[in-house]
Structure formats: structure tokens, C-alpha cells
């Protein structure tokens, strides 16, 4: 069905046409809806469904319904703070939505979009929570600072979004969500995005939302039927460089993010794939803001041919020309493996994610199979076939009931050989 069918503000309906949608992908459909009706949802939807558009959608539409109303003012007498308030777990997530919100309302006159995220100095911030603001995007830990100094006011916000809220809790922000809910009005409306709702993220659910509308669109296994995925089974190190060689060299390649388990692999891989002539770089969550920011705008500018990533580093990249994801390193869970896949396979094109996995891996190859229940066809490259045998107990099996997520599981990494025996560095 077209956007047309959703009854848009005008202002919506023409950006979308400007950047060529016309037809509303099926979470866009059953969410928008609703949420425009101002009932409080739970969204399941993967990676690459359009999930974006359909909170953002209705956040604008809110913007623009509120501009009619009188211009409410704290008890201080300044603004009021936004009125839709955004969290997210990840900087690069936050700054992909604020480009959403800026696209989607580029005909929205003076609409003012903010982010608070960490590792950005404070000043431009507390400018421009000093000023009107209709949607402010943020990670809880720093908006949590902002609130403890008084700087971010948060009574008129109408509408809270908690995009990848399972993410969010397994980074340890329950706490944090919780009191930024505290401090927010209670009539709200609350829209939350999780790829599950079991255990603390259907316990926050059922703190936040009042009388929620469950949307739950595609499994995993419908989500990815435009990337083909490939297994090839590495004797050891010196294999599984080989391997990445000679994938890398192929000519298909377009753009690629290699996948490393920590922030040292990623720095010492990107490094190693420069030296050989590749344009390369590393992203991840120890870098400067400024520095992650010029390796994205490569990335997005087609400066950079090869990205290396941690999981967190890479949430919200969205980039169509990226054919190729390489779990290089093995994600700590089932849930990350299919949030790395679909960095490829955007705006209707095919992609490839291909994983290189020693023995060791085989227990989480099969945890990955059982959470997709989907196999990952093992494939082998003439002149770099595996001295031993494959592991024989990865098929993968159907989940059980309630089985909807892995636990966190401790996971050996490969990487660069003197970091083998050093302690594990933070994702």
C-alpha cells in the first residue's frame, strides 16, 4: 500500500516523495496507524524493515498537531523541552535518527532536532536544550547527566520513543529508562522497539506502556531473504586470514564491514587490511566522537571500501552500497548476529554476509541457527579448503517455547595473536 493510504500531514507526504517512497513497508503500515491515533505500542521489527519511519512518522505528525496549541512554558518560565523524546542505545543510532527526522521533516517549518549522546562536548548540547526543541534524540547515560544538572527539561514531552530497548537493557541502561520515565508526564504516549519482549524487556514494557497494541512483523528468517548468508569453517588464524583475503579481493565487493568481537581486533585489523592496499578503517566505541564521525562520512561517500566494527560501534549504520558483512569475529549473541547481517542487504538490493568460524565456534553457530532457525550453508573456496573435518552438531534446530533470546555467553575471540592472552577489551 502507498503512504497516501496513512492520511499524512501534507508536509510528511511530500518529503517522503522527495526522497522516492511511495509504497509503506509492512511495519510502517500496522504502526503508523496507531501510533498517530496516540495508542502506546510494542513494536517487534528487524533491522532494514523501515521500523524508523514508522515512530518517526508519528513524532512529526505530533510536532505539527502540537504547533496548533498554545506554546507551554516550564515553571522557570523558558521552554518546556521537546515534545517527543527519543532514546536509543548507541551514538551512531542516535545521529542516523536525527538525519531521519531532519529528512522526514524537511517541509516542517523550523523544526528543531537535537541529540545528546556521550563523547560530544557538553557546550553545543546545553545550547541546544537552552533553546525551543520539538524532538530531542538521546543515549539515557547522558541525558541523565543533563537532567542531574537541570539543564534538560523534559515536562511537555507527549511522546517517548525507546527504539532497540533490548539493546539498551543489555547495555545496562534499565535503570537509567526508568528514571528518565519518572520525570516525564504521565500522560504520555509510549512507543518501545524491541526485537523481543521476554524477560526485563517485557517487565519494562509492562512499567511504561499503558494498554499497549502489540506489532510484531517478520521473523528473522523472512527479515533476511534478500542477503544470502555462508559459512566457512577456518583451521586456525593464519586460515581465517586467508580466508578474509581472498573474500575481500573478489570483485563483487562493494563496500564491506568486517566484524571483530573487541575494539583492539578492529584497530589492529584495520590497520593489517590498510597495510595491504585496501582503503580501510576501524569504527568502535573507544574512538572520539570527531573520529568516528569522519570514519562514517567515508564510509557513506564511498571513501572507504573496507569498515571494521565492533557491534555497538555499527548499530544504525545505514548505508545501501554496503554488499558485503563479514563476521570476521564471532558475535557474544545469537540477537547481534542479526543485527550485523543486515547492515547489507538494504533498500531492496542483495548482499552477503559470510562468517569464518574455528572450532570453537561451533556452539555458537548452532546458537545463531537455533535463534534464526535458519542453517548457514557451509561453502568452501578451492585452494583454502579446511585441513579438519567440520564440526557435525551446528544444524540448526527449532527454538524451544520462550526461547526467544540467547543469554549473554562468554565467547573466545580470534584476533591478532598478542592480544590472546591480554584481558578482554570492552565491546
Known amino acids: 500500500m502507498s503512504f497516501d493510504s496513512l492520511n499524512l500531514h501534507e508536509a510528511l507526504g511530500?518529503?517522503?516523495?522527495?526522497?522516492?517512497?511511495?509504497?509503506?513497508?509492512?511495519?510502517?503500515?500496522?504502526?503508523?496507524?496507531?501510533?498517530?491515533?496516540?495508542?502506546?505500542?510494542?513494536?517487534?521489527?528487524?533491522?532494514?524493515?523501515?521500523?524508523?519511519?514508522?515512530?518517526?512518522?508519528?513524532?512529526?505528525?505530533?510536532?505539527?498537531?502540537?504547533?496548533?496549541?498554545?506554546?507551554?512554558?516550564?515553571?522557570?518560565?523558558?521552554?518546556?523541552?521537546?515534545?517527543?523524546?527519543?532514546?536509543?542505545?548507541?551514538?551512531?543510532?542516535?545521529?542516523?535518527?536525527?538525519?531521519?527526522?531532519?529528512?522526514?521533516?524537511?517541509?516542517?517549518?523550523?523544526?528543531?532536532?537535537?541529540?545528546?549522546?556521550?563523547?560530544?562536548?557538553?557546550?553545543?548540547q546545553l545550547r541546544q536544550l537552552a533553546g525551543p526543541l520539538d524532538i530531542l534524540i538521546a543515549t539515557p547515560g547522558r541525558l541523565m547527566d543533563h537532567m542531574g544538572s537541570g539543564k534538560a527539561v523534559?515536562?511537555?514531552?507527549?511522546?517517548?520513543?525507546?527504539?532497540?530497548?533490548?539493546?539498551?537493557?543489555?547495555?545496562?541502561?534499565?535503570?537509567?529508562?526508568?528514571?528518565?520515565?519518572?520525570?516525564?508526564?504521565?500522560?504520555?504516549?509510549?512507543?518501545?522497539?524491541?526485537?523481543?519482549?521476554?524477560?526485563?524487556?517485557?517487565?519494562?514494557?509492562?512499567?511504561?506502556?499503558?494498554?499497549?497494541?502489540?506489532?510484531?512483523?517478520?521473523?528473522?528468517?523472512?527479515?533476511?531473504?534478500?542477503?544470502?548468508?555462508?559459512?566457512?569453517?577456518?583451521?586456525?588464524?593464519?586460515?581465517?586470514?586467508?580466508?578474509?583475503?581472498?573474500?575481500?579481493?573478489?570483485?563483487?565487493?562493494?563496500?564491506?564491514?568486517?566484524?571483530?568481537?573487541?575494539?583492539?581486533?578492529?584497530?589492529?585489523?584495520?590497520?593489517?587490511?590498510?597495510?595491504?592496499?585496501?582503503?580501510?578503517?576501524?569504527?568502535?566505541?573507544?574512538?572520539?566522537?570527531?573520529?568516528r564521525n569522519r570514519v562514517l562520512q567515508g564510509l557513506r561517500a564511498h571513501q572507504l571500501r573496507v569498515l571494521v566494527a565492533t557491534d555497538v560501534a555499527a548499530r544504525g549504520i545505514d548505508v545501501p552500497t554496503i554488499s558485503h558483512v563479514i563476521n570476521y569475529g564471532l558475535p557474544m549473541k545469537a540477537e547481534d548476529y542479526v543485527h550485523r547481517i543486515g547492515r547489507t542487504g538494504r533498500a531492496g538490493r542483495s548482499g552477503l554476509a559470510v562468517t569464518l568460524a574455528e572450532r570453537r565456534d561451533a556452539g555458537m553457530i548452532q546458537r545463531i541457527q537455533r535463534f534464526t532457525t535458519q542453517a548457514i550453508p557451509s561453502k568452501v573456496i578451492a585452494g583454502l579448503e579446511p585441513r579438519r573435518p567440520a564440526p557435525q552438531d551446528t544444524r540448526a534446530r527449532r527454538p524451544m517455547p520462550g526461547q526467544g533470546r540467547d543469554p549473554a555467553q562468554a565467547h573466545r575471540r580470534s584476533g591478532p595473536p598478542a592480544s590472546r592472552s591480554g584481558a578482554r577489551t570492552p565491546r
Open 154 to 291: 523534559l515536562s511537555g514531552v507527549e511522546m517517548l520513543v525507546l527504539d532497540e530497548a533490548d539493546r539498551m537493557l543489555d547495555m545496562g541502561f534499565i535503570d537509567d529508562i526508568q528514571l528518565i520515565a519518572q520525570a516525564l508526564p504521565a500522560a504520555r504516549q509510549t512507543v518501545m522497539y524491541s526485537a523481543t519482549f521476554g524477560g526485563h524487556v517485557g517487565r519494562l514494557a509492562q512499567t511504561l506502556l499503558r494498554d499497549p497494541q502489540r506489532v510484531d512483523v517478520a521473523s528473522y528468517t523472512q527479515a533476511h531473504a534478500d542477503i544470502e548468508q555462508r559459512l566457512h569453517w577456518a583451521d586456525d588464524l593464519q586460515h581465517k586470514q586467508a580466508l578474509l583475503d581472498h573474500v575481500l579481493t573478489e570483485r563483487d565487493v562493494d563496500q564491506a564491514v568486517v566484524f571483530t568481537s573487541t575494539q583492539r581486533d578492529a584497530e589492529w585489523l584495520a590497520d593489517r587490511l590498510a597495510d595491504m592496499g585496501h582503503s580501510a578503517a576501524a569504527l568502535h566505541g573507544g574512538m572520539p566522537q570527531g573520529q
Open 14 to 124: 511530500a518529503a517522503l516523495r522527495d526522497a522516492g517512497y511511495t509504497e509503506a513497508t509492512e511495519v510502517q503500515l500496522r504502526a503508523i496507524p496507531p501510533a498517530l491515533e496516540g495508542r502506546d505500542l510494542m513494536v517487534s521489527s528487524s533491522t532494514g524493515s523501515g521500523k524508523t519511519a514508522s515512530f518517526m512518522l508519528p513524532a512529526l505528525a505530533r510536532v505539527l498537531h502540537s504547533r496548533q496549541e498554545p506554546v507551554q512554558r516550564s515553571p522557570r518560565g523558558g521552554p518546556s523541552g521537546p515534545r517527543v523524546l527519543v532514546l536509543t542505545p548507541t551514538r551512531e543510532l542516535a545521529m542516523q535518527l536525527a538525519r531521519a527526522a531532519s529528512s522526514y521533516g524537511r517541509h516542517v517549518r523550523g523544526l528543531r532536532v537535537a541529540t545528546v549522546v556521550g563523547g560530544v562536548p557538553y557546550g553545543l
